[in-house]
């Protein structure tokens, strides 16, 4: 499994919106669905502030 897919299913599991996860890692909504769809280079940091909201 891909972990822009592991992103999106633990997202889903803890009821957040892409909206919500981009507003608490300070990007924009449109920037963390291409991290999801794995349609952009992203950087380490960015993956670790995602693990760090959950």
Do not use: H, W
């Amino acid at each position: 499994m891909e972990l822009a897919t592991r992103i999106r299913k633990v997202r889903q599991a803890y009821g957040y919106t892409q909206a919500d996860i981009a507003y608490k890692i300070n990007i924009s909504p449109q920037a963390y669905g291409k991290i999801e769809r794995n349609a952009a280079k992203t950087k380490f940091e960015t993956f670790q502030k995602i693990a760090l909201i959950t």
